[in-house]
């Protein structure tokens, strides 16, 4: 199996920044489109930016201008880049993709909808 998995999380000041990275937790073949999602305490957990195989990027209006979604195609890898963080962008950050494709016992085997254990984020004075 695959898992993804999230870092970079933590506690930071208003107007601080932080990086979060996904990594898949094995060597992949593929990976689909991939997205970085927000779950605040006791609320949805909702789509904060998202990045096409092709690169084009999406970002919900609130973080438009301040966030930055990037991947590393030759790592399979995705990263969000948080800047001037706000109180309101406390939650937990969870990394989605779509599917990917891996290699095991001989064979090309295909994963979807995979979600990463989340990391914390908190912006508090």
């Known amino acids: 199996q695959v898992q993804l998995v999230e870092s970079g999380g933590g506690l930071v000041q208003p107007g601080m920044s932080l990086r979060l990275s996904c990594a898949p937790s094995?060597?992949?073949?593929?990976?689909?489109?991939m997205g970085w999602y927000r779950q605040a305490p006791g609320k949805e957990r909702n789509l904060v930016a998202s990045?096409?195989?092709?690169?084009?990027?999406h970002y919900a209006d609130s973080v438009n201008g301040r966030f930055t979604i990037s991947k590393d195609s030759t790592k399979n890898m995705t990263y969000l880049q948080m800047n001037n963080l706000k109180p309101e962008d406390t939650g937990v950050y969870y990394c989605?993709?779509?599917?990917?494709?891996?290699?095991?016992?001989?064979?090309?085997?295909?994963?979807?909808?995979?979600w990463g254990q989340g990391t914390q984020v908190t912006v508090s004075s």
């Open positions: 990045i096409s195989t092709s690169g084009s990027t």
């Open positions: 094995r060597n992949i073949f593929s990976i689909d489109s």
């Open positions: 989605h993709t779509d599917g990917l494709m891996y290699y095991s016992d001989n064979y090309y085997r295909s994963l979807f909808d995979i």
